[in-house]
């Protein structure tokens, strides 16, 4: 099997995980026959969040976090529609909103509308098959607008990993502080929730414990016991674990509450020195390309780590 088919198996799996999560809505309305129906209407395709006052609504998204459509009612009491979903742009700009009205309020829809707060409005009663098109499109637009911007924060964090690791490479500095701040770039290149560095032992048959860094000081290390490790050893190709129903995880990852689990092997001149692993707790999608540019900076890193082992064998010697 060649390296491109790994790498877009590898891909499908990771975005498939993240694929798989429906799209959160949120629905205001002070009426509880209304909240009802847009719950029946969109729960299928949403998993949607109800609150019956703007108060209540920010109040959830603070715990929530972002959602893709927020469908809000334009009359309630102590909070107009309009006025609601504007105090949500600051922190959700790429949220779509829609408003639903049953009067005319012109001025105010019109402002909102404008200003880029309302995506779109529908009046009331509302035909439901022109809200089901109208929250489609919204949500479809709201994936272009995530994608985008992913995509422009990930290039962003791949150049500063890419320059880091060169950085790091001609710095003079301790392992330790070479092997942090190499593992801390990674993480924060892709979002990881815990990621580690960890030296392998002569030709990577097993692990040694003299030095490894991990960005998470509450993590347990259990890489020694996680049969991928050897399969990326054995290898030398990356390698994936991610939660689903047809292959449950292993035990050791639900007690450190890991969701998906990417394993590359650091190597030079076909040597695996040491393996990279990235851990979420929550589902990440990774593309083709991203794979690649993992495959490309750990060359590197192999590189950096080559300039260290007669040191790191010292101190092996020594303890």
């Not at 429906?22 to 002070?30: E, G, R, S, T």
């Not at 909103?97 to 829809?109: A, N, P, Y």
């Amino acid at each position: 099997m060649s390296d491109k088919t790994d790498l877009n198996q590898i891909s499908r799996l990771l975005m498939s995980l993240e694929r798989s999560k429906k799209p959160k809505m949120l629905v205001v309305d002070d009426e509880p026959d209304n909240l009802d129906l847009l719950y029946r209407t969109f729960r299928r395709e949403f998993h949607v969040l109800r609150a019956e006052s703007g108060v209540t609504a920010l109040e959830m998204l603070a715990t929530e976090g972002e959602v893709a459509v927020i469908i809000s009612d334009q009359r309630m009491p102590e909070m107009k529609g309009t006025e609601f979903l504007s105090k949500t742009v600051p922190q959700f700009p790429d949220t779509m909103r829609i408003i639903l009205t049953g009067f005319t309020d012109v001025e105010d829809l019109v402002e909102a509308i404008n200003s880029g707060q309302v995506y779109k409005y529908i009046t009331k009663p509302w035909n439901p098959e022109e809200l089901k098109t109208v929250v489609h499109r919204a949500a479809e637009t709201y994936d272009l607008l995530k994608q985008r911007t992913e995509e422009l924060q990930r290039a962003q964090a791949q150049i500063t990993l890419l320059d880091a690791i060169v950085q790091i490479t001609h710095q003079s500095c301790s392992d330790a502080d070479r092997l942090n701040a190499i593992a801390a770039a990674y993480r924060e290149a892709f979002s990881t929730d815990i990621c580690i560095l960890q030296y392998s032992e002569d030709l990577g048959l097993a692990f040694d414990s003299v030095i490894s860094s991990r960005v998470k000081e509450t993590c347990k290390t259990w890489l020694n016991q996680d049969p991928l490790t050897q399969t990326v050893i054995q290898s030398k190709q990356m390698q994936v674990t991610v939660e689903s129903s047809a292959t449950p995880l292993p035990q050791m990852y639900l007690d450190a509450g890991i969701q998906a689990h990417l394993l590359v092997p650091v190597l030079f001149r076909e040597r695996v020195l040491a393996v990279l692993s990235l851990q979420w707790a929550h589902p990440y999608g990774l593309r083709e390309d991203e794979l690649s540019l993992l495959n490309l900076s750990t060359h590197l890193v192999g590189i950096a780590l080559s300039g260290m082992n007669s040191h790191h064998a010292m101190m092996e010697a020594n303890v």
